[in-house]
């Protein structure tokens, strides 16, 4: 059992920052690659971003791409997804999520993500 903890969401005015933690204990972190899916009321979840498991693979949703960066930290059991440039459309709940695969999967398919954490909102504000 992978357990998963998001941290790091909030109000924010749009072309702000914010970064997202995702943090897991009792596991090696390596053994998993990670992605982050976000969900806003009344739509589906939806793929963010991809990071494989040293960290050396990411994949990000094209409405993301030059304003998100997905990173990980497995020394302290922690992946980051940094988040520039936020638009209102960005907000949502967002997810981080573990996966089982080779050291360089990555993956935009939400059922191969065995593990998921709880959600963290993020509200982006016009």
């Known amino acids: 059992q992978v357990q998963l903890v998001e941290s790091g969401g909030g109000l924010v005015q749009a072309g702000g920052s914010l970064r997202l933690s995702c943090a897991t204990s009792?596991?090696?972190?390596?053994?998993?690659?990670v992605g982050w899916f976000r969900q806003d009321s009344g739509k589906e979840r939806e793929f963010v971003a991809s990071?494989?498991?040293?960290?050396?693979?990411?994949t990000y949703a094209d409405s993301v791409k030059d304003r998100f960066t997905a990173s990980r930290d497995n020394a302290k059991n922690l992946v980051y997804l940094q988040m520039s440039n936020l638009k209102p459309e960005d907000t949502a709940v967002y997810y981080c999520?573990?996966?089982?695969?080779?050291?360089?999967?990555?993956?935009?398919?939400?059922?191969?993500?065995?593990?998921w954490g709880q959600g963290t909102q993020v509200t982006v504000s016009s």
């Open positions: 009792g596991r090696t972190f390596s053994n998993y690659a």
């Open positions: 999520a573990a996966a089982r695969g080779s050291i360089w999967s990555t993956s935009r398919v939400m059922n191969e993500y065995e593990w």
């Open positions: 990071i494989s498991r040293v960290g050396t693979i990411t």
